[in-house]
């Protein structure tokens, strides 16, 4: 089937002209690397100054994020239902240092999840394993350094709240996925993410780990895991959010990049990644977290081959709230199961968030482009008189 992508979306248009010129002013802005580099650094310490954090709410905020609360998410999912998009309630902390700021967290997703049994179109749930577990404790496991008598309690416990919240999911019927986050604490991710997977996935696909394309041992990872997994493999496939992270922190302490070189390797990387996803259906779900038209239409030319079904409940597709309506809406036209990622959250919680956003807009200049000139599209497509549509 062919999909054409370049279809300005209705709720789009459907936008007011303020709201539009809003959006087209912040990726105007995000062109300029040195501005989110700024950012980065300022940001967080002067959002107690007047209107810093009023500032960011309208902007980049409501661009990308459904809320500061689940409540405030929900005509967002709405929205989306209407256009049969499903939508994935994300609690957007990830620098929960203490016990309880993580006891927090785990609290709010369960909120999510529980908010998820409520609404049709939301079958999933997430957790970013840094909102639930120390960094800190994260990078030593990952290091695989022994650990004291304390961070092995730490590290039960923040096992026991992962557990906590896979099995809230699977009681409720919906599936759970745990986000990948930098190379040097991914090890201690993909161990706990394992062993979910080993518990809840021995006879349907509930837990799904994360698997970032952008780093070098991919799609080896994924082949072990295919090989040697006595479970259900479920996965979410993505290329990566940590480039700019990845390649200071590589450079600064002087080991080689775990990242791809470029972007044509990236792509190769992810495009191998779904076919060694849809040639092993008999043990692999997965999500298809893309942004890239060509390896959505690849996917979807793989599907048509196998006479896989658009609504099928094993392969999905999603995209961030955001970002690439063309490509969401034209895919739910076409019936393909797919979703939107809402972020949410105090705006605080939400900005580590926010700045890969910025960054990811600042250093894929084509995705950039392609979004100023989608929102341009629409702009000027609700100019046009009804007689000239």
């Known amino acids: ?19 539009l010129n809003a959006s087209i002013m912040l990726f105007r802005a995000v062109h300029y690397r040195w501005l989110i580099k700024l950012g980065r650094l300022v940001i967080p310490y002067i959002l107690w100054i007047p209107g810093v954090k009023w500032a960011i709410k309208k902007t980049v ?27 994935i309630s994300d609690y957007s902390a990830e620098q929960a240092g203490t016990r309880e700021k993580q006891e927090e967290t785990k609290k709010n997703i369960l909120e999510s999840i529980r908010f998820a049994k409520t609404q049709k179109n939301v079958p999933f749930a997430c957790v970013k394993i840094t909102g639930i577990c120390a960094r800190p404790l994260l990078e030593k496991i990952s290091a695989n350094e022994p650990l004291t008598e304390e961070e092995a309690t730490q590290k039960q416990d923040f096992l026991e ?23 040097w604490i991914n090890p201690a991710i993909n161990e706990a993410a394992e062993m979910m997977m080993a518990k809840y996935n021995r006879e349907q696909h509930v837990v799904y780990t994360t698997i970032q394309f952008y780093t070098k041992d991919s799609v080896a990872y994924l082949q072990r895991l295919i090989d040697t997994a006595p479970y259900k493999v479920a996965l979410k496939l993505v290329r990566g959010a940590y480039h700019e992270q990845e390649n200071e922190r590589a450079a600064r302490m002087g080991y080689p990049t775990p990242i791809v ?16 996803c849809i040639g092993h259906l008999d043990k692999v779900s997965f999500c298809a977290a893309t942004h890239n038209e060509e390896s959505i239409a690849l996917l979807i030319q793989m ?21 690439r309506d063309n490509l969401t809406y034209n895919l739910a036209g076409h019936g393909y199961n797919v979703s939107k990622y809402i972020p949410y959250g105090p705006v605080k919680e939400t900005l580590p968030y926010l700045i890969r956003r910025a960054e990811e807009n600042a250093g894929i200049g084509s995705q950039m482009g ?19 549509k």
């Open 1 to 19: 089937m062919h999909i054409d992508f370049s279809k300005i979306p209705e709720p789009l248009i459907e936008k007011s002209k303020g709201e």
């Open 61 to 87: 905020f409501r661009h990308f994020c459904g809320g500061e609360t689940l409540a405030e998410t929900k005509s967002v999912v709405e929205t989306l239902a209407k256009y049969h998009v499903n939508a």
């Open 161 to 183: 709240r992962l557990d906590a919240l896979c099995a809230a999911a699977a009681a409720q019927g919906k599936k759970f996925f745990i986000d990948a986050e930098e190379t």
């Open 261 to 276: 070189d470029g972007k044509a390797a990236a792509d190769a990387s992810y495009n191998a990644g779904l076919r060694l």
């Open 303 to 323: 599907m048509g081959e196998r006479h896989i079904g658009a609504n099928s409940d094993i392969i999905s597709f999603s995209q961030l709230y955001g970002m």
């Open 370 to 388: 392609e979004e100023l000139q989608l929102l341009q599209r629409a702009k000027k497509e609700k100019r046009k008189p009804a007689s000239g």
